[in-house]
């Protein structure tokens, strides 16, 4: 018998964790769970509904080489979803709502570490 997994909390990369998590919080609805320092915090979860991320610090140093993740949340009601989002300016020009062929209809946008966020309901 196999081991049963529950859940994936996926790191993502930041520059700036205090500001992450600000964007997390006040424009995606996420609560803070915890951070490793109230002054400058380099590494920290966070979590909205059933789904935690946590975000990591890396040095400008070492950016070019972080590879930046693409996360795809599974959202029962994504036209509500991206009315929210849209209300609070995270889009780019080309974000739209779109059907895919696949059978979804989703959207994306970068959030501000250039971590790809995908928001998608089955059709």
Known sequence: MLA???AVNPVLPS???AAAIKYYVELLGFTLLFQDSADTPHYAGLKRDDVEI???WHDASEWAAVERPQLRFVVPDVEA???EFQ???VFHGNTKLLETPWGTREFA???RDQNGLFFY???
């Open 4 to 6: 049963k997994l529950k």
């Open 15 to 17: 520059q700036d964790v």
């Open 54 to 56: 946590h975000v990591q």
């Open 81 to 83: 979803l991206f009315e």
């Open 87 to 89: 209300g609070v300016g």
């Open 109 to 111: 946008f970068f959030d």
């Open 121 to 123: 309901a089955e059709l």
